[in-house]
Nanobody, 121 residues
C-alpha cells in the first residue's frame, strides 16, 4: 500500500489549494480515508475524514472552508482548501484505515509522506 500526497505550496491568506493523495495497493472506497496536519512544535491533528459509506466530517476550524472527496476511477483522495488562513500552515498527510470511521491519528494504519502547506499574510 502506498499513499502519495501532492498539491501543497505557499499561498497568501484567502487563497485556495487542492491537495491530492494518490493511492496504490488498495481501493480507497473500501477504506476510511483521512487528512491530518502537523504544524511545527505541535502534535498531528485531524482535519477531515471520508468514511467508506461516504460520511464526511471535519475539524471545527476548517468546516465550511475545506472539502474532502474521492475519485474512484483515479483511486485518489482530495482535500479542497478554500479561504486559507495562517493557522492552516503545516505538513498535510493523508491516511487510511480498514476500520470504520475515526478521527484519531492512531486509528490509521497507512500514511503518506506529507505535503507542505504554508499560508502567509
Amino acid at each position: 500500500e502506498k499513499l502519495v500526497e501532492s498539491g501543497g505550496g505557499s499561498v497568501q491568506v484567502g487563497q485556495s489549494l487542492r491537495l491530492s493523495c494518490a493511492v496504490t495497493g488498495f481501493d480507497i472506497n473500501a477504506y476510511t480515508m483521512g487528512w491530518f496536519r502537523q504544524a511545527p512544535g505541535r502534535e498531528r491533528e485531524f482535519v477531515a475524514v471520508i468514511a467508506r459509506v461516504g460520511r464526511t466530517d471535519y475539524h471545527d476550524s476548517v468546516k465550511g472552508r475545506f472539502t474532502v472527496s474521492g475519485d474512484r476511477a483515479k483511486n485518489t483522495l482530495y482535500l479542497q482548501m478554500n479561504n486559507l488562513q495562517t493557522e492552516d500552515t503545516g505538513v498535510y498527510y493523508c491516511a487510511a484505515t480498514f476500520r470504520a470511521y475515526g478521527t484519531g491519528a492512531n486509528w490509521y494504519d497507512h500514511w503518506g509522506q506529507g505535503t507542505q502547506v504554508t499560508v502567509s499574510l
